[in-house]
T-cell receptor, first 114, second 117 residues
Framework: DAGITQSPRHKVTETGTPVTLRCHQT?????MYWYRQDPGHGLRLIHY???????DKGEVSDGYSVSRSKTEDFLLTLESATSSQTSVYFC?????????????FGPGTRLTVT | AQKVTQAQTEISVVEKEDVTLDCVYE???????LFWYKQPPSGELVFLIR??????QNEISGRYSWNFQKSTSSFNFTITASQVVDSAVYFC??????????????FGKGITLSVRP
């Protein structure tokens, strides 16, 4: 199994509060991704990183920011949480990004915004 | 833009039945990759298979087999003699080959498979 952990695994927070989710990998992979999973939508890419301090937006990036100061850590921040951000968040990693590289996923974080 | 359609949302079968999960994709690229992932009730996502657009050979791995047909833009997944442990959500995904920008993985909405004893 790929060494990917996410913390916290579960979180309940109130609307308007900032929230940070952490993804940690021990594989030394260059690429890291944040997805959200919602019923009827599958997985949608929020942001991704192609190296330390190198990040880019995915298809549903509004309301989210990311940072990557070390190869092993990729943080996702909800600047002011809203109920629409209630979701399961998955981190993924891949060795390359040529299209053929499979992504390996962390266990997920279930976030509830009340 | 790339797109993956999994028209079946839920499938229920009895153990030992064969079941096929459909995946239809759209892409403008001639080089691309297709993937299947499994998400069991425990929630983690497990990589099952990758196929590139130049390899249309069917793949078999134990009870699992995959049929890739470029003519119909389909990459279907068949489970033979299904078991209760096969109960999961199955995602098909598409990635276009690197073109100088970072490649992205596009997922279908998933198919929930329930295998009843």
């Amino acid at each position: 199994d790929a060494g990917i952990t996410q913390s916290p695994r579960h979180k309940v927070t109130e609307t308007g509060t900032p929230v940070t989710l952490r993804c940690h990998q021990t594989e030394n992979h260059r690429y890291m991704y944040w997805y959200r999973q919602d019923p009827g939508h599958g997985l949608r890419l929020i942001h991704y990183s192609y190296g330390v301090k190198d990040t880019d937006k995915g298809e549903v990036s509004d309301g989210y920011s990311v940072s990557r100061s070390k190869t092993e850590d990729f943080l996702l921040t909800l600047e002011s949480a809203t109920s629409s951000q209630t979701s399961v968040y998955f981190c993924a990693i891949s060795e390359g990004n040529s299209g053929r590289d499979e992504q390996y996923f962390g266990p997920g974080t279930r976030l509830t915004v009340t | 833009a790339q797109k993956v359609t999994q028209a079946q949302t839920e499938i229920s079968v009895v153990e030992k039945e064969d079941v096929t999960l459909d995946c239809v994709y759209e892409t403008r690229d001639t080089t691309y990759y297709l993937f299947w992932y499994k998400q069991p009730p425990s929630g983690e996502l497990v990589f099952l298979i990758r196929r590139n657009s130049f390899d249309e050979q069917n793949e078999i791995s134990g009870r699992y087999s995959w049929n890739f047909q470029k003519s119909t833009s389909s990459f279907n997944f068949t489970i033979t003699a299904s078991q209760v442990v096969d109960s999961a959500v199955y995602f098909c995904a598409l990635s276009e080959a690197w073109t100088g920008a970072n490649s992205k993985l596009t997922f279908g909405k998933g198919i929930t498979l329930s295998v009843r004893p």
